[in-house]
């Protein structure tokens, strides 16, 4: 039974600045993700409040989101069976210290905040996040 999905991918501001991209976009497709879109942008403070806005109660959130708007980020639609799942495994634990051997958060991510990639948790969310990059 197949079971193809898509997910968004975000390349972050810490990967970009090391140029990191195309690396990290062969690892998806070695791991049989299709990139359907992409686009470079630079997102404003605002924009990243609202892309974050599950974790506004946090003690991290100003920082998370000054962050995320601090430099140029990569977005993706990736496409696969199970990518939500696959993505989340492939990306490895949120803090690279805790990340697997082999995982894009151990390989490139620098700290809990420059962790490289980012990807949606659940279907509905990869729904929600999908829209909020590429409706129209
Ligand atoms: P991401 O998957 O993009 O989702 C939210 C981000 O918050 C997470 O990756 C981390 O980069 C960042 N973050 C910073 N501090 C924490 C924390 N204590 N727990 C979880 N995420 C954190």
Known sequence: MSNIEQTLSIIKP???ERNLQ??????????????IKEKKIHISKEDAEKFY?????KPFYN??????????????TL???????ENRK????T???DAEEGT?????????????????DSLENARIELDFFFKN
């Open 104 to 120: 894009l958060r151990k390989k490139y991510g620098i700290s809990i905040d420059k962790n490289s990639v980012h990807g949606s």
């Open 14 to 16: 810490d990967a970009v």
């Open 63 to 76: 920082d998370l989101c000054d962050y995320l708007s601090s430099g140029p980020i990569v977005v993706m």
């Open 79 to 85: 496409q696969r069976e199970s990518a939500v799942m």
């Open 22 to 35: 195309d690396q990290i976009k062969q690892e998806f497709i070695n791991k049989g993700f299709e990139i």
């Open 53 to 57: 806005k599950v974790h506004n109660s």
């Open 95 to 97: 803090n690279p210290i």
């Open 90 to 93: 492939l990306m490895g634990a």
